[in-house]
């Protein structure tokens, strides 16, 4: 356990009032069309989601179906079923009424009788389904489509009950290459439209931090007009600043000065789990030390990375192409950044850049157009070593 991970019970979760209002006005909205969420790596998107549905939501309103699919290794159709379904043991009775029911005949049925009434609003991770039934789903391989039609009949008899299904898919690019009878993936947004743009039965949010997915939906023709971008980004200066107020109150029950906050800033920018860092080990470590330390460590793993490219040759596949990037191109690159924190993505090779966003490098905004360091940590990195 990490001492992030325990101090994050100590506070509260700070601001996002822009991104919380906006979310919380397309929730009042019938479902019309598919949200992304998208921003840099630990910009603070799960977070956001998890503070509106836990703490901001009128649980009377809605029933929310919460999938995170980070660190999950899925590869096949069992595991996908297995993180979308939450499993449950029913009655003997409710077991009775749904066996004698054929599955799919009386699919409407079955979903009124043993799911609905274990729904009383709130938030679910995985969709709940009586353990017989997920068996007789499994045995039914590869069948992607039956999976579809069951999920839109359970989300219609949601909205029956005056209440209105949100389905939240967090990680979704941990999918984005899975194959069952073809990608996985085109089926899912497939579905996803139907849901919101043709029955208006469900909200859909998708989130991720992979920027290269992100371009890829942006540019796919199946989804254009059905689905809007949400930003969530690292703080601007003057909420980073604030943060750090917040922080240091919650965490320390002092002040920092000026200086210390705009020095703070200056070496890891809006970034909230950097800010989190700092503070914490305020407790036991001097200012200077810390921010010392923190930008040595970035410069270290850059380096590291650079030297591995005297070594290996790093590819990248583009359509059904691999395309080898040279060394020289990646460091002239990165020394485009030395003047700039944000340039625009065509100023970079797009092999170039593919590998730098799938190395973590840069972050690339697919909507703007535009790439960057993943943070002001990585940019102070590439200013003091290129
Ligand atoms: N608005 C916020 N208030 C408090 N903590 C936050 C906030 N945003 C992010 N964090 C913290 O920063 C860390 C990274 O956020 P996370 O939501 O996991 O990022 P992402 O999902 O964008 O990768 C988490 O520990 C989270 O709790
Ligand atoms: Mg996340």
Redesign the pocket.
């Known amino acids: 356990m990490s001492i992030?991970g325990d101090f994050?019970k100590f506070?509260n979760?700070?601001?996002?009032e822009k991104e919380i209002r906006e979310i919380l006005s397309i929730l009042e909205e019938n479902p019309d069309i598919i949200y992304f969420i998208y921003?840099p790596?630990?910009?603070?998107?799960?977070?956001?989601i998890n503070e509106i549905i836990n703490n901001r939501l009128d649980k009377n309103k809605y029933v929310v179906f919460y999938i995170n699919l980070r660190g999950k290794f899925i590869d096949d159709y069992n595991k996908f079923l297995k993180v979308l379904f939450s499993v449950y043991e029913e009655s003997l009775i409710d077991k009775i009424k749904t066996t004698l029911l054929s599955l799919v005949k009386d699919l409407p049925n079955v979903i009124r009788y043993s799911l609905i009434s274990k729904l009383s609003g709130g938030v679910v991770s995985g969709i709940p389904i009586p353990k017989h039934l997920l068996s007789q789903l499994l045995l039914k391989k590869d069948n992607i489509e039956d999976i579809f039609d069951f999920l839109e009949k359970y989300f219609i008899e949601i909205n029956k009950k005056d209440k209105k299904p949100i389905l939240i898919i967090d990680e979704l690019q941990v999918i984005g290459d899975l194959k069952i009878n073809g990608f996985l993936i085109y089926k899912l947004f497939n579905f996803f439209v139907r849901l919101t743009k043709e029955l208006h039965a469900c909200h859909v949010f998708c989130?991720s931090?992979d920027s290269l997915f992100i371009e890829r939906v942006y540019n796919e023709a199946m989804l254009e007009d059905r689905v809007d971008y949400i930003l969530?980004d690292d703080f601007d200066k003057e909420t980073a600043l604030k943060f750090i107020d917040f922080l240091a109150e919650e965490i320390l029950n002092k002040k920092l000065s000026d200086e210390d906050k705009e020095l703070i800033y200056s070496y890891v920018g809006g970034k909230?789990?950097l800010i989190?860092k700092v503070i914490n080990k305020l407790r036991y470590e001097g200012l200077g030390e810390i921010l010392n330390f923190i930008l040595k460590d970035a410069m270290q793993k850059l380096d590291m990375f650079l030297d591995m490219l005297n070594y290996s040759k790093p590819k990248v596949d583009i359509g059904s192409k691999v395309i080898e990037v040279k060394r020289e191109d990646i460091i002239e690159a990165l020394k485009l950044f030395k003047e700039n924190y944000e340039i625009d993505k065509k100023k970079i090779p797009m092999p170039v850049y593919i590998y730098l966003v799938k190395k973590n490098i840069l972050f690339l905004n697919p909507i703007e157009g535009t790439l960057r360091p993943q943070s002001f940590l990585i940019w102070n990195a590439i200013k003091k070593l290129l």
């Open positions: 992030d994050m506070f979760f700070f601001n996002r921003g790596m630990n910009s603070g998107k799960t977070a956001l989130l931090s969530v909230p789990i989190i």
